[in-house]
């Protein structure tokens, strides 16, 4: 029985040893941070071990957990809440109920969730699209795409793209009194990237070119070749996202190739027919100074992996386009956090912005983390999260 005790006992110290990092200085509410913190990579070991002894994948432990937060419509006395379909993609529709008589504005939400996980369903969505219809007055289109790995690129992001463009036909938009001068594309994280792509091929598109008023992206990923930027190096380990969770599950909605997650690991995963990209996001040229700290930049390696499936992804991410693609841009939100491995791809996004004389707005949260959005509800609920909340819906009400 000792020997039973003390071997627990070690194996308890061992893996609070491998799960517990240091809290990075100047972080709100530190203490729950470091909890949920822990948290994660204890689901982390916990997925990666039910993955190895064939339980279930690593993924389907998020999917499973995340999906238990799921709640049904709930209309309310500012916000009729339904759930239907725009062509064949379901959506969660917010309506507001106080109306003047004019038409009011809307917003398009495409969820995060590092592509394998999330739904327009779940509570944290729910709190916060419920919470825009009613402050900003918005009619609020919340889009549940498919997911990776049963549904990989281009899927999601052509369910997104067929949805905008379903709601944007004008029957649609005077069934829901919406104005068509008065629309946005919003997304967090993965749909923050999502949100981007879907903005710049409708401006590919004559039929939709005008018809996005701004889109709003909070603390999103751009680009995909480039995994030792600054932020990436120095919050490698989270807190909230760490670095190989967040890589293993974004390979997936590209492929189930095992190589790539491992070449992207070590930054060496382009092919070598992308070399020519690199410079639209190279950090040590966009990157503000105070973000550059003494990390030396080194070029992504190409011509190590030439998997094709990779070169699909690389025409549609937002980060690679042009100037002239950047300047006719709409209206745009980015809120990056601090303490946020995807920092670096929100601050290069508004400097390429800026500089190719596109309309930007930028609010950078010093003590914010990655996926602060969803912890807004108890038990699991952080300030920071209802303050890029707050932030969000309040430059939406300024801006639509």
């Known amino acids: ?5 003390l071997c627990l006992g070690l194996s308890c110290i061992l893996l609070a040893y491998h799960v517990y990092r240091p809290i990075p200085e100047g972080i709100e509410e530190p203490w729950k941070v470091q909890i949920l913190d822990a948290s994660v990579k204890m689901l982390s070991l916990l997925a990666l071990l039910v993955e190895n002894v064939g339980i279930m994948k690593f993924e389907e432990l998020y999917v499973t957990l995340s999906s238990m ?4 419509p709930s209309s309310d006395e500012n916000t009729t809440v339904i759930d239907t379909d725009l062509g064949d993609i379901p959506v969660r529709l917010y309506l507001p109920t106080r109306t003047s008589g004019d038409r009011r504005p809307a917003v398009i939400y495409l969820h995060g969730g590092a592509f394998v996980m999330g739904s327009s369903r779940l509570s944290v969505y729910d709190f916060l699209n419920r919470d825009t219809a009613s402050v900003v007055g918005a009619v609020v ?10 549904h990989q690129f281009p899927v999601p992001l052509e369910d997104c793209l067929s949805a905008v463009k379903f709601f944007l036909q004008d029957r649609v938009l005077r069934e829901f009194g919406v104005d068509p001068a008065r629309v946005c594309v919003a997304g967090d994280s993965s749909g923050g990237l999502l949100a981007a792509q879907v ?5 590919s598109d004559p039929e939709f070119a005008d018809k996005i008023k701004a889109q709003a992206l909070i ?30 599950l974004v390979c997936l909605y590209v492929t189930k190739d095992q190589a790539l997650p491992r070449a992207m690991l070590k930054n060496q995963h382009l092919p070598r027919s992308s070399h020519h990209l690199l410079k639209f996001i190279n950090w040590s040229v966009f990157l503000p100074e105070k973000y550059k700290k003494n990390h030396v930049y080194t070029e992504p390696v190409t011509g190590m992996l030439n998997a094709s499936y990779f070169s699909l992804v690389l025409p549609t991410l937002p980060l690679l386009a042009n100037d002239s693609v950047l300047q006719s841009l709409p209206l745009t939100y980015v809120l990056t956090c601090q303490h946020d491995l995807l920092r670096d ?8 912005l800026r500089n190719a004389g596109a309309r930007v707005a930028h609010e950078h949260l010093e003590d914010g983390v990655h996926g602060a959005l969803a912890f807004t509800l108890f038990p699991f609920r952080l300030q920071i999260g209802h303050r890029i909340k707050d ?4 430059w939406l009400k300024e801006n639509l």
């Open 141 to 150: 289109v919340s889009v549940d795409y498919r997911l990776a790995p049963q």
């Open 199 to 203: 903005v710049q091929a409708l401006k």
């Open 345 to 352: 791809d929100g601050l290069i996004f508004v400097t390429r």
């Open 69 to 72: 937060t799921s709640i049904r």
């Open 219 to 248: 603390y999103p990923g751009l680009q995909l070749l480039d995994t030792l930027t600054p932020s990436y190096v120095e919050y490698q380990h989270g807190p909230i996202l760490p670095r190989d969770v967040l890589i293993k």
């Open 391 to 394: 932030k969000y819906i309040h």
């Open 1 to 5: 029985m000792g020997y039973k005790a």
